[in-house]
């Protein structure tokens, strides 16, 4: 196993097996229409059985998808809150057994993998007992709390030989795979600068989610979730919105930001930065979290483009809107829609040459170079080509994630979303709140895949 996957033989190896396809037409008034195509002759007889470690939110999310999808069993769930234990054992029909813990699940012989679901802290430690215990990994993302948190789980990764998939499931959507496709048709030009924004405006955007009311020191086991963590007394505020402070999560950067790296290292075919520069702060959620609620970063990449990110929650006008590709023939936004509008550079020196000696100024206006590229307007009208949308139907990116860990567990081979890519995504996300706290630019060393001392 080497640390360079090509995400160009990947791409080759999907188009083959009908993984993902594209079907495309242009004009700007309705979008191309991108279908997953899943053979079903192809699923595999025997049932991946999985156990589950961590079933908040998110893993019920994920819990309902495999249960949707034909080769996976669920057989086992473990939390720190019995709510929601008692939750997913009900969405399983009660046939999900309960264990005390990650270790007694862990213990399980026929388990054959586990979903990691639980707060960042936990990530390395409940990975590399897994992979240790033999069983493949399907983890939430970030795949860890810090940079050197990655390269010990690659060491298990290697070690035993099991399958690690990192959960950004968005890189398994075929509008992500079309992106990916128009980059390197060369189609955009020269592309040196991506940005992505996103602001939110509401409690639930800033993580401040409601508590059961049945939350307790009875029903929440506190010293399970503390865990490796810095000790707290009791605090349903820290178990239930872990995501705001800085002893479990590293809130945007880790929760957010990462998401978009993601996507942006699959396809710009990209692995680390070079320099990570970002400045932020918590200037109105003070009394509900440690973590800063605004954040700006700047990522420079050895390829030869520069990465904007920026997010808040105190304010949503800009929204979500996705990740703008800027390219010098077009742009490329990728959100619920992929769409390329093309450039239409008009130079306008007018205003120069209006100072130049009236028969050299007639002169270069006369040149057929400058009419065709410089105010046409002036002379002849000039048609802006339209641009193109594609948007993707069939099932929702989870399931696709989920397939491409099942195929690879079955094949044994590298999944979409493997250690690698997950260990550098969330070092971009780590550099940044590096950067962020220290205020100076955190530098990435590709000799040792972390951080420049």
Request: overall charge positive; aromatic content about 8%.
């Amino acid at each position: 196993m080497t640390g360079r996957i090509n995400r160009r033989d990947f791409i080759k190896k999907s188009a083959a097996t009908g993984a993902v396809t594209g079907i495309t037409f242009g004009g700007s008034s309705r979008a191309a229409v991108l279908t997953d195509l899943y053979d079903r002759q192809n699923s595999p007889n025997e049932r991946l059985t999985l156990g589950f470690i961590g079933v908040g939110a998110r893993a019920h999310q994920v819990l309902s998808e495999v249960l949707r999808m034909p080769g996976f069993e669920v057989a086992g769930v473990c939390d720190a809150y019995r709510g929601r234990v008692d939750r997913a054992v009900e969405k399983t029909g009660g046939r999900a057994k309960v264990y005390r813990d990650a270790s007694e699940l862990l213990a399980a012989p026929g388990i054959d993998a586990v979903y990691i679901g639980t707060p960042d802290h936990w990530h390395k430690s409940h990975a590399i007992a897994a992979l240790e215990a033999g069983k493949d990994v399907y983890i939430e993302k970030p795949l860890t709390y810090t940079v050197d948190e990655g390269l010990e789980i690659i060491q298990a990764v290697k070690k035993t030989g099991r399958i690690l998939q990192v959960g950004s499931q968005n890189i398994s959507s075929p509008t992500q795979l079309k992106a990916r496709e128009i980059i390197e048709s060369g189609r955009l030009g020269q592309i040196t600068m991506i940005r992505s924004t996103t602001n939110r405006n509401t409690a639930g955007g800033a993580w401040i989610y409601p508590i059961p009311p049945d939350a307790n020191d009875q029903t929440v086991n506190w010293d399970m979730f503390q865990g490796p963590a810095p000790k707290y007394p009791f605090s349903l505020e820290r178990f239930f919105r872990w995501r705001c402070y800085k002893d479990y999560s590293g809130g945007i950067a880790t929760d957010l930001f990462v998401h978009t790296m993601t996507t942006i290292h699959y396809i710009m075919a990209a692995q680390a930065p070079d320099c990570v520069m970002a400045t932020g702060d918590l200037y109105r959620w003070k009394e509900s979290r440690d973590v800063p609620d605004t954040l700006n970063a700047l990522i420079q990449y050895p390829e030869g483009f520069t990465v904007n990110l920026s997010a808040t929650f105190n304010n949503q006008s800009a929204g979500e809107r996705g990740i703008e590709i800027l390219g010098t023939k077009g742009t490329l936004t990728l959100g619920r829609e992929l769409t390329f509008t093309p450039e239409n550079p008009i130079e306008d020196n007018d205003w120069i040459v209006a100072s130049w000696a009236r028969a050299l100024e007639d002169a270069y206006f006369k040149d057929p170079k400058i009419r065709q590229s410089e105010q046409p307007q002036r002379w002849d009208p000039k048609v802006i080509p339209a641009g193109e949308s594609w948007r993707g139907i069939g099932r929702n990116s989870t399931m696709l994630h989920l397939e491409n860990f099942q195929r690879a567990v079955r094949n044994r081979k590298q999944p979409i979303e493997d250690v690698f890519a997950g260990h550098r995504a969330a070092a971009v996300a780590q550099m940044i709140n590096l950067s962020a706290s220290r205020k100076m630019p955190v530098f990435w060393d590709r000799s040792k895949d972390g951080l420049k001392a």
